[in-house]
T-cell receptor, first 114, second 109 residues
Framework: GAGVSQSPSNKVTEKGKDVELRCDPISGHTALYWYRQSLGQGLEFLIYFQGNSAPDKSGLPSDRFSAERTGGSVSTLTIQRTQQEDSAVYLC????????????FGEGSWLTVV | AQRVTQPEKLLSVFKGAPVELKCNYSYSGSPELFWYVQYSRQRLQLLLRHISRESIKGFTADLNKGETSFHLKKPFAQEEDSAMYYCALNSGGYQKVTFGTGTKLQVIP
């Protein structure tokens, strides 16, 4: 595709339910990032995938959060037993691994936990 | 470990006034530095990168290795510059890019 695609664009879920957020990166991009952006706040790094290397999970806020990347392309971020504080925009981004190259962001998935 | 610091969460300036968004980094090697911008209801996108030495929308940023800074500057702020600005560092290879926490620029008419 032309850019990073995320789905759903909006998700309202009940507290305690699990949610899955999907990211389709730009074809050929080996690096994939997930970030969280709470209302009026900056970027919060969650997880980084690079090729076949073990992902950098250092930003995941709790064990309720997990992510996988299948076949080096599509990624899914899963939040189990959602809490109200999980409400935020979840951004996915991708890039090549070459230093100096641009990171391209998706439009985000807006999650509201009620 | 690499780190990017943007000390101001919010910067308010009047239209026509000069703007300087501060960014300091810590990294022992030679970093690649970037500014990204997010306008209201738009996706986050690249504004400029230090390696290109370019001016985009009137903005410039100079890498100062002595002060480990990459401040974003514009001589005359416009209302359409109101946005969230993020400084980012790429140490190269397979390391992840590190973003600062962002500065919201508000240009007052």
């Amino acid at each position: 595709g032309a850019g990073v695609s995320q789905s759903p664009s909006n998700k309202v879920t009940e507290k305690g339910k699990d949610v899955e957020l999907r990211c389709d990166p730009i074809s050929g991009h080996t690096a994939l990032y997930w970030y969280r952006q709470s209302l009026g706040q900056g970027l919060e790094f969650l997880i980084y995938f690079q090729g076949n290397s073990a992902p950098d999970k250092s930003g995941l806020p709790s064990d309720r959060f997990s992510a996988e990347r299948t076949g080096g392309s599509v990624s899914t971020l899963t939040i189990q037993r959602t809490q109200q504080e999980d409400s935020a925009v979840y951004l996915c981004a991708s890039s090549t691994h070459v230093a100096g190259n641009t990171i391209y962001f998706g439009e985000g998935s807006w999650l509201t936990v009620v | 470990a690499q780190r990017v610091t943007q000390p101001e969460k919010l910067l308010s300036v009047f239209k026509g006034a000069p703007v300087e968004l501060k960014c300091n980094y810590s990294y022992s090697g030679s970093p690649e530095l970037f500014w990204y911008v997010q306008y209201s209801r738009q996706r986050l996108q690249l504004l400029l990168r230090h390696i290109s030495r370019e001016s985009i929308k009137g903005f410039t940023a100079d890498l100062n290795k002595g002060e480990t800074s990459f401040h974003l500057k514009k001589p005359f702020a416009q209302e359409e510059d109101s946005a969230m600005y993020y400084c980012a560092l790429n140490s190269g290879g397979y390391q992840k890019v590190t973003f600062g926490t962002g500065t919201k620029l508000q240009v007052i008419p």
